[in-house]
Structure formats: structure tokens, C-alpha cells
């Protein structure tokens, strides 16, 4: 991580050491946008987040990660504190990350899709 200052009034990016930008900062909050078929873990089910990009995002002040799942409209959110405390280190091959399970984010529904699918999931 290097010595970078960023001016908090707009969308801070974040990118992986390689450049690549994987989300943005908005106010205190870390946007994360995935494919839940992609990124979410199967086993345990979990979000997980790489641990490079999660101390980048920290560094520019942000205290909260929204994970965005464009397939099911669902937003994920969860304090970094409460994903350092509670999450679980692992590697499968694409750097150290950290993993949340599923039930300890708070789930938030983006349009119409979500809605429909609570009709059938059990609470």
C-alpha cells in the first residue's frame, strides 16, 4: 500500500495492487460489485474479499462494504470491524481473503426481482 491521499467528497477507486479497479468508495462505504454465481463462496457460504483491497478501501476511510450482486439484486452490507472480527482468512489461489458468512450480513433488496424471490425463501 502506498502513501496516497484522496480527496473524500467523490468516488474514491480501489483497485487490486495490478491496477485492476474492483470497486469505489461512496462517503464511508466500500461498493463492491460481483456475479454471485462467481464470487459468492459455496462452502462455507460467505462473501469473501480480498484482504489487499479491504485495508486499501479502510485506508481511504471507509467503515462499511455494500457488496452488489447484479444476479439476485441484492446488496450485502456489513461493517469492516464486524468483518475482521468475525471473518475467516483462506486462499484458493487468488491472494489472502477474507470471508463473512452469509447470515451476518445485512441483506438490502435493489427493484422487483428480490421481492418476488422472498416469496419463495423461507425467512
Not at 500500500?1 to 474514491?12: E, G, Q, T
Not at 472480527?85 to 427493484?111: D, M
Request: charged share 30%; aromatic share 8%; net charge positive.
Amino acid at each position: 500500500m502506498s502513501n496516497r491521499h484522496y480527496n473524500r467528497d467523490d468516488k474514491r477507486l480501489v483497485k487490486l495492487s495490478d491496477g485492476r479497479v474492483v470497486g469505489w468508495i461512496e462517503g464511508e462505504t466500500f461498493i463492491r460489485p460481483v456475479v454471485g454465481s462467481k464470487h459468492q463462496l459455496r462452502q462455507p457460504p460467505a462473501w469473501g474479499l480480498d484482504i489487499e483491497i479491504l485495508l486499501d478501501a479502510e485506508f481511504q476511510g471507509a467503515n462499511r462494504v455494500e457488496i452488489r450482486d447484479s444476479e439476485s439484486r441484492r446488496n450485502y452490507i456489513a461493517t469492516i470491524g464486524l468483518i475482521w472480527k468475525n471473518g475467516f482468512v483462506f486462499n484458493r489461489g487468488h491472494n489472502e481473503q477474507i470471508g463473512l458468512p452469509l447470515r451476518l450480513w445485512k441483506v438490502k433488496c435493489n427493484g422487483n426481482g428480490c421481492r418476488q424471490l422472498r416469496l419463495w425463501e423461507d425467512s
